[in-house]
Structure formats: C-alpha cells, structure tokens
C-alpha cells in the first residue's frame, strides 16, 4: 500500500487509461481522412457488390480454304486427218490353180504430221469364215500409201472384204483453267463470357 492506494488500484487505472488513450487514436482503426499508422491513404471497400455475366465481343484470324484458279497447259491426243482414195477387193494367182483373194486399202496422208497408219483388213468365205490381218505404214504429209492383204481361198469361191483403219495419233497442246486450294485467313468476331462487378 501507497498512501492508501492499493496497487491493484493503480494497475487497473493505469489500464483504463490505456484502453482510452487507444480510443482516441485510432477511431476505430482509422482518422486522419483514411490513413493508416504509415501515411498511406486507405481505399475503403463496399461489401456488397453488383455482379453478371456478359458476352465480351473480341477478334480472331480465321483459316478457310479457297479454290484459286491459274493457267496451266495440257496436252491431249488426236487423230490425224486421212483420205481414204480407194478400197476394193481382186483376186490374185500364185501357181497354176492357186486363187487368193486380195484386198487392196490406199490411204492419203491430209494431215500436217508424218504418222503411222494402221489398216485392218478382214476376208470372209462361205468355207472359211473370217480371217483378219493388219499392217502399219508411215504416210508422210500429202503422201499415199496402198496396204495389200491376201487370203488363200478354194479356186472359184466367193468372198467379201472388210476394211478398218487406224489413224495416226499425234499430240497438241491448249491452255486450260484449273484450280488448286489454297489457305486464306478472315478476320470473325468472337465472345466469351466474363464476369463485371459494379
């Protein structure tokens, strides 16, 4: 005991005082338009808070594929152009009594190109039936060629002949339009959902 105070006393004013002394400073935490103990000013925050979703346009590059034309040159075949002048059918002796039939084809060259001609030459008899031969011969432009089969028949039997012809092949050339794919790129508007708070 001090003078008739009591310790006990003294410690629980000293400790009230203390418990006041903070009160004025701090207010709550905060005076002194917001600022901390540092200075710095303090951004007070609203609990409650307004928030949705939203669709948020944005762009992208997007890849397609496109057909774009260019110019190429193709090569084709064609027949080259003939003239038939003559075809017809004989018979031919080898022998003394030996009869063959004979078909004789002339083919004209009225193309530009040299070509190998092809002729198809068919005989048929009552006996025999059919017999078939061919040939090929280089015609020149302009020129003329004869093609001659022959077919050992009985003396005196009746017989037909057939012809075909096969005409040269030769080679041009056009320019055509074709087309190859290629990638190209647009640009397209996307969204995506995001979240904005008020």
């Given amino acids: ?6 310790m006990k006393d003294i410690l629980l004013v000293s400790i009230l005082g203390l ?3 903070a009160g004025c400073t701090t207010n709550g935490g905060l005076n002194n338009n917001d600022n901390d103990v540092t200075g710095n000013s303090i951004k007070l ?5 307004k928030c949705e979703m939203v669709e948020v346009p ?3 590059q997007e890849a397609y594929i496109d057909q774009e034309p260019y110019q190429a040159i193709e090569e084709y075949d064609v027949d080259m152009k003939y003239e038939e002048i003559s075809a017809y059918k004989t018979t ?3 022998g003394f009594f030996d009869m063959w ?14 070509g190998l001609f092809t002729v198809e030459q068919t005989f048929e ?3 025999s039936g059919g017999k078939s031969f061919s040939s090929s011969q280089y015609i020149m432009p302009s020129e003329t060629k004869t093609f001659i089969q022959e ?6 039997e009746d017989f037909n002949s057939y012809h075909k012809v096969f005409p040269a092949k030769k080679t041009l050339s056009r320019v055509v339009t074709k087309f190859k794919e290629v990638t190209k790129y647009k640009t397209v508007t996307e969204y995506r959902t995001e979240e904005q708070c008020e």
């Fill in 45 to 49: 925050v609203n609990p409650i808070q």
């Fill in 92 to 94: 031919a002796l080898h």
């Fill in 1 to 6: 005991m001090f003078g008739g105070i009591r």
């Fill in 101 to 114: 039939a004979k078909s004789v084809v002339e083919i004209r060259n009225v193309d530009s190109e040299t």
């Fill in 125 to 127: 008899t009552l006996n």
């Fill in 58 to 60: 944005y762009e992208v």
């Fill in 19 to 21: 418990i006041l002394l």
């Fill in 151 to 156: 077919y050992d028949i009985d003396a005196g």
